[in-house]
């Protein structure tokens, strides 16, 4: 399943089966993630009658218009209307305001605490109306994501197979961590790196891989078994194929001009640990689809310090999903220097 460069979701496939793997945590924008909306103080005022909530809500619209950062709330409660955020106007101006353009409001005005933000989950929408009716257009894959049920059972087993490929080769080197680059359209092992930061400080597993992925495409290029790199790498955005038989590590792209993908673009990296700021940007610039690791860590760049992999202001985005096969990769801390 992949993902564009902006990060859109694609449809998740039903479950088949009751004996489901855990499925790997989605580490989304922080915006998803609150529990306890963030409340900010109204002024509200109720109306003489119903029958004047539309007249109303007409002049409010000139008078006092909603701001942007409010358009997510209802303005109408029943018989209550939210007339402006506390910060905005004073109280007597309100006031003034009220008995000047809004005959129609009784006079009395009172204060009320609403949500700050738009609820972005069906979670998030139960927590806000509790204090305030507000919009809301659920996203169906974040619903998915947040609830497990994104992959099915077969991808779960998949990214346990690909995961346990890390683990071993941690192992097999008695390094800390581990990282593969998987073409997930064919299974296909592209690079597997282990840390190497004892002999260097900035030979991390992921660097490594990456670097393994580059020297594959550049092997294959200087030998003419393809036939062009795409110009600058970013235009290059075809989804990448290969035969499970071919010699190429899984690196051919799908366009049928056998040109090269752009690094990592729709490969997948499991690494036993979350990846540092210098090994999450890397992974951007080399515009990785998904990244799936196992331990997570006090200065992690894909969850714990930060969510680098989501920033808004990059060109290029990739999903992230944390503890897969925690318990296993987490034994590899023996090794740690």
């Known amino acids: 399943m992949a993902t564009d460069a902006a990060g859109d979701l694609p449809p998740a496939k039903r479950l088949k089966s009751s004996c489901v793997p855990p499925s790997p945590i989605a580490v989304l924008e922080d915006e998803y993630c609150w529990t306890h909306a963030p409340l900010v103080d109204v002024y509200v005022a109720k109306v003489g009658h119903k029958s004047f909530i539309g007249s109303t809500m007409n002049t409010l619209k000139t008078v006092l218009p909603m701001a942007d950062s409010m358009a997510h709330l209802k303005r109408v409660r029943g018989d209550e209307i939210v007339l402006a955020p ?146 600058g790498g970013l235009a290059a955005e075809a989804q990448p194929s290969v035969d499970d038989d071919s010699a190429d590590g899984g690196v051919r792209s799908s366009s049928g001009d056998d040109e090269l993908p752009y690094l990592c673009t729709g490969f997948d990296l499991y690494v036993t640990r979350e990846p540092c700021i210098m090994c999450a940007m890397a992974l951007v610039h080399s515009r990785v689809r998904r990244v799936f690791y196992g331990c997570c860590t006090e200065q992690g760049a894909l969850g714990s310090k930060c969510k680098l992999h989501r920033q808004r202001q990059l060109n290029h985005r990739y999903l992230a999903f944390k503890k897969l096969m925690e318990e296993e990769c987490r034994t590899l801390e023996a090794f740690d220097s």
């Open 86 to 231: 506390v910060a905005s106007i004073s109280r007597d101006d309100c006031i003034r305001l009220m008995s000047s353009r809004l005959p129609h409001l009784q006079p009395t005005l009172a204060t009320c605490q609403v949500p700050a933000v738009a609820p972005k989950t069906r979670a998030q929408h139960l927590d806000a109306t509790a204090y305030w009716p507000c919009n809301f257009h659920p996203v169906k894959p974040i619903e998915r994501l947040l609830a497990g049920e994104f992959f099915d059972v077969e991808e779960l087993q998949a990214q346990r197979r690909r995961m346990q490929l890390a683990v071993e080769a941690a192992r097999e080197k008695q390094s800390p961590v581990a990282a593969v680059v998987i073409n997930p359209r064919t299974d296909a092992v592209v690079a597997v790196a282990v840390d190497e930061r004892r002999q260097n400080p900035s030979h991390h597993a992921v660097m490594l891989c990456l670097e393994k992925v580059a020297e594959v495409q550049r092997i294959l290029f200087r030998d003419g078994k393809l036939g062009s790199r795409p110009a």
